[in-house]
Nanobody
Framework: QVQLVESGGTLVQPGGSLRLSCAASGFAFSQYRMAWYRQAPGKERNVIASIGLNNNIAYYTAAVKGRFTISRDHAKNTVYLQMNSLKPEDTAVYYC?????????WGQGTQVTVSS
């Protein structure tokens, strides 16, 4: 079955960097768009970055553009989110997501806390 497993979330100081990973299995990873969402306490879950089948096609929401980079490794069936210049407002649970047919699939999420 489809599985998405995020890792890499932790407590980091403002201005720091972090790389999240999402290991995918159970589907033809290289043939599907992948995305990262985040959900802060009391707020909706929103997409922050997505990537097409190739690393040269990516979308970023304005809040993270220029600071975050999404990438994918087809050999490892993994999508990454490199986060630089982190701010307290980046604190959230980060989720990996893909859409297959009529269904959305999500990972369990990984907590990122940006605080001094």
């Amino acid at each position: 079955q489809v599985q998405l497993v995020e890792s890499g979330g932790t407590l980091v100081q403002p201005g720091g960097s972090l790389r999240l990973s999402c290991a995918a299995s159970g589907f033809a990873f290289s043939q599907y768009r992948m995305a990262w969402y985040r959900q802060a306490p009391g707020k909706e879950r929103n997409v922050i970055a997505s990537i097409g089948l190739n690393n040269n096609i990516a979308y970023y929401t304005a809040a993270v553009k220029g600071r975050f980079t999404i990438s994918r490794d087809h050999a490892k069936n993994t999508v990454y989110l490199q986060m630089n210049s982190l701010k307290p407002e980046d604190t959230a649970v980060y989720y990996c997501q893909t859409h297959l047919g009529r269904d959305n699939y999500w990972g369990q999420g990984t907590q990122v806390t940006v605080s001094s």
